[in-house]
């Protein structure tokens, strides 16, 4: 079975400042991939960036970049030029083909200070 | 396009009520999902549908049975809601591509 953990239930940054979720986790397959969500308090489920394990280059999206280590099974989600709009539940998520479903850590609430 | 949508948004039962809860999608996405969230747990799947017609367990499926009416419409239902399914649920789709899901604002429901 995945499991996905996220260590730090909260995280805070200075606007402007740049800011790291962790996430790691575990599994027997090769083929996967791996997902960071963002839940603002509107609730809404929004996808920040996306990495196929197959691929070795780390994703961008903007200001939002992974740094993707596959052999230590870590997954963690860098937020450079931190806006107020920031401030959100982080969710990490995991798929397999096999198991046709996406697997969620517990949550990074990251609060975004003046 | 609206993407997900989910009704309602808000629901009270009582214990022993049912309800239930519709989702529908205009992506035409083949596969869909019902999570459920709760504090400091993060979303849960309680059922999945890979293609109309078919249905399977999540993660937490008791107390629930779901129905994918056709490739659109996939509702969940509660039979007889007790408090521990309070919770916030959220239906999801994904299409040819499967690893990138498309989720609905979500329904908060109380049951007291």
């Known amino acids: 079975a995945q499991t996905v953990t996220q260590s730090q239930p909260e995280m805070s940054v200075q606007e402007a400042e740049t800011v790291t979720l962790s996430c790691t986790y575990d599994?027997?397959?090769?083929?996967?991939?791996l997902f960071w969500y963002k839940q603002p308090p509107s609730r809404q489920m929004i996808l920040v960036i996306r990495?196929?394990?197959?691929?070795?280059q780390n994703a961008t999206e903007n200001r939002f970049s992974v740094n993707f280590q596959k052999a230590a099974k870590s997954f963690s989600l860098k937020i450079s030029d931190s806006q107020l709009g920031d401030a959100a539940m982080y969710f990490c998520a995991f798929y397999t083909g096999t198991a046709s479903k996406l697997t969620f850590g517990t949550g990074t609430r990251l609060q975004v200070t003046l | 396009n609206a993407g997900v949508t989910q009704t309602p948004k808000f629901q009270v039962l009582k214990t022993g009520q049912s309800m239930t809860l519709q989702c529908a999608q205009d992506?035409?996405?083949?596969?869909m999902y019902w999570y459920r969230q709760d504090p400091g747990m993060g979303l849960r799947l309680i059922y999945y549908?890979?293609?109309?017609?078919?249905?399977d367990k999540g993660e937490v499926p008791n107390g629930y049975n779901v129905s994918r009416l056709n490739k659109r419409e996939f509702s969940l239902r509660l039979e007889s809601a007790a408090p521990s399914q309070t919770s916030v649920y959220f239906c999801?789709?994904?299409?040819?591509?499967?690893?990138?899901?498309?989720f609905g604002p979500g329904t908060r429901l109380t049951v007291l």
């Open positions: 599994t027997s397959e090769s083929d996967y991939y």
């Open positions: 999801a789709s994904s299409g040819l591509m499967d690893n990138e899901q498309f």
């Open positions: 549908s890979a293609s109309e017609g078919t249905t």
């Open positions: 992506m035409n996405h083949n596969s």
């Open positions: 990495q196929e394990a197959y691929k070795q």
